[in-house]
């Protein structure tokens, strides 16, 4: 049974429920007995808020569909039971001191006691709300929140409670809101089921400190971001964090922050650094869904646009105007004032000036989003400026953000209801590069197309544009070489990942002289086998597939050979992928130079892109893990030089 089929409770019952006023089994009672039939059970107690008490779960006659456990953790275990004997279908456990306190014996036991006709939400969870049904089921009183489209499921309900008090402060609401709790049966997996079909739900949002099931939640957000937009803030990312969180929830995650950064990129999650980053882009997401990449600023103080183009940055750059767009600003602004991209408007500007830019700037083509830096220290500008902008932004189609000085906080406060307002340019510029993320990420081609294939590594290999240099092994002696000088030699070894660093590799050999020297050289100091190949010159990289503990088959791409360990920046992704994964990987890197002439040798960028494509491809269909260390590319295409199982 899924959490998706349960939702809907008409009768619930507070186990531990409470007459005094402060107390979470008082406090939900309230919450509740208004919209549901609600069933208190207390054995010392005949009535608490006008409602017949009962002294256990037996003793009600009526069919129950939730249960709300408000006691301690040692007495919720035995209530757990009396919920699995009665056909409840879902028991929410409020109290801590279980798995996160050293605990696990008694969620042992409660798992022990649940069958698949008992969903449990908890333990140590703050509840579970959804306005829209008029369900609330949080704990803690007088939560100032707003009905509306934004979901929050986190390992935090504290956290989440902050988050639907500022959204409010914006005129933002919550659709649903759950605390994950210790995660003993409902996750944020199958929660993410429920919000993908939810109507009432347009933006997710979660804070996670570990995942359930990290790979199959990627793969449920790369299927609901192509439907509605998902940000994560993931807690734990340093060593401080994680001892946090072991006492918090008890489980860290072993995926390092810069593969997680990738794993979020490649299927359309949003990352967010901290609570405002939700506010933020949840701002942006509500009012305009995406936003190309191209930016124009408009302000009346030149240094606030300088300020604005540094931050520039991510999926982000300064528009270019077309000379019809400078033309158009020239014939009303001021001589002295600039026309290009940041337009400065300088300490002339009027509020028709501010609304005219405006109009102008929005209808080049070469501009998707537009940033105001209304300051209203000008002379010429006053308070009427706000109405001439929300009439200016009704008639534009493209998304219009504001960062307003000089006016008092109450004009901002209603501005807010029909503009796009953010505190500071860098919030304003996050929000923005969000939508960008979002566009670029709605426009891939989507789903990985994955044929059938025939044959061992080394064929498929070949099949798909991968070349592997002519070679033999040595074991012996051995005769003439059919081979073309210059050639190299290293040792036969599947196990030794860094031959080069040992000795194990030696390159350029000239001619029959030089080979059998390097092959006794090599022999005399790891008696082994000998492989003798054709030299390749070009750049050398890494791509590696092996299986991760929580994400399953990932593929690494990096410089590879001696280069690896200098430049140690590496871009990771799930398997399977589509090319434009690929492509991303490589530009990751922030290598261009290699493709531009780099010390005279020229790189195939495409071969290396579909190189990297087909290795996933192979590596997915065939189940195979290894490596290629490195592969070389030049103007000629791809070589597998060195392959490795793992």
């Excluded at 405002?276 to 949840?282: L, Q, V, Y």
């Excluded at 991510?314 to 020239?330: P, R, S, V, Y």
């Excluded at 969000?434 to 059938?452: H, I, Q, S, V």
Aim: one cysteine or more; a neutral charge.
């Amino acid at each position: 049974m899924n959490i998706t089929d349960i939702l809907n409770p008409r009768s619930i019952a507070i186990v531990g429920a409470s007459p005094e006023e402060n107390k979470p089994g008082n406090i939900i009672l309230r919450n509740l007995k208004n919209h549901f039939k609600v069933y208190p059970i207390n054995p010392k107690r005949k009535e608490i808020e006008g409602l017949k008490c009962y002294k256990n779960l037996y003793e009600i006659e009526d069919a129950i569909d939730w249960a709300i456990i408000s006691l301690p953790a040692e007495k919720s275990v035995n209530a757990i039971k009396e919920c699995v004997e009665k056909g409840i279908k879902l028991a929410l456990i409020v109290a801590g001191g279980f798995g996160e306190a050293g605990r696990k014996e008694l969620e042992s036991e409660i798992k022990e006691s649940v069958d698949i006709s008992c969903k449990i939400i908890g333990p140590n969870t703050l509840g579970l709300l959804m306005p829209s049904k008029n369900l609330n089921t949080i704990f803690i009183p007088n939560v100032k929140y707003k009905k509306g489209d934004i979901a929050f499921v986190g390992q935090s309900g504290s956290l989440g409670v902050i988050l639907m008090e500022e959204l409010a402060r914006e005129e933002l609401g919550i659709s649903f809101f759950l605390g994950l709790g210790n995660r003993l049966d409902v996750n944020e997996n199958e929660t993410l089921d429920f919000l993908e079909k939810d109507e009432s739900t347009k933006i997710i949002a979660l804070y996670l400190e570990s995942f359930f099931n990290a790979r199959e939640f990627f793969e449920k957000c790369r299927k609901i971001s192509s439907k509605k937009p998902v940000i994560l803030l993931k807690a734990g990312k340093n060593n401080d964090g994680k001892e946090a969180i072991k006492s918090h929830t008890g489980r860290i995650s072993k995926i390092s922050p810069n593969l997680l950064k990738h794993i979020m990129k490649q299927n359309g999650v949003i990352e967010a650094r901290d609570l405002e980053d939700i506010i933020d882009f949840s701002k942006a997401l509500h009012k305009y869904k995406e936003g190309g990449n191209r930016i124009a600023i408009i302000t009346s103080a030149g240094g606030m646009g300088v300020i604005t183009a540094d931050y520039m940055a991510g999926e982000l750059e300064l528009a270019k105007f077309d000379e019809k767009t400078i033309e158009k600003l020239k014939m009303f602004l001021p001589p002295f004032a600039s026309y290009k991209n940041p337009v400065d408007l300088t300490a002339n500007a009027t509020n028709e000036m501010y609304g005219k830019a405006l109009e102008i700037v929005s209808e080049c083509e070469n501009v998707d989003m537009i940033l105001c830096l209304l300051q209203f220290h000008p002379p010429k500008i006053n308070e009427e400026m706000m109405d001439i902008m929300k009439e200016k932004v009704k008639k534009v189609n493209k998304p219009v953000f504001f960062c307003i000085s000089g006016v008092s906080n109450e004009i901002i406060e209603e501005a807010k209801k029909e503009l796009l307002i953010y505190p500071n340019i860098r919030r304003a510029v996050n929000a923005m590069n969000c939508l960008a993320y979002r566009k670029k990420w709605l426009e891939k081609d989507g789903k990985a197309k994955m044929e059938k294939m025939d044959g061992d590594l080394l064929t498929l290999l070949k099949e798909n544009g991968i070349k592997i240099p002519e070679q033999f092994i040595v074991e012996n002696g051995f005769d003439d070489i059919s081979l073309n000088y210059p050639l190299a030699c290293k040792i036969y070894s599947n196990e030794i990942y860094h031959k080069t660093d040992i000795g194990g590799v030696i390159l350029n050999i000239k001619n029959r002289k030089e080979l059998e020297e390097a092959i006794a050289k090599l022999r005399k100091k790891f008696n082994g086998k000998i492989i003798v190949q054709e030299m390749i010159n070009g750049i050398e990289f890494i791509v590696g597939v092996t299986a991760h503990e929580e994400l399953g088959k990932i593929i690494l791409f990096g410089l590879g050979g001696t280069m690896a360990e200098l430049h140690k920046k590496h871009s990771f992704r799930m398997i399977p992928i589509i090319r434009e994964d690929a492509e991303e990987m490589v530009n990751e890197l922030e290598i261009n130079s290699l493709f531009n002439g780099y010390r005279g040798m020229k790189i195939d960028k495409q071969k290396l892109i579909d190189a990297i494509f087909s290795i996933a491809r192979i590596s997915h269909y065939k189940n195979l893990s290894f490596e290629i260390n490195p592969l070389i590319v030049n103007e000629k295409g791809a070589f597998a030089v060195d392959i490795k199982f793992v």
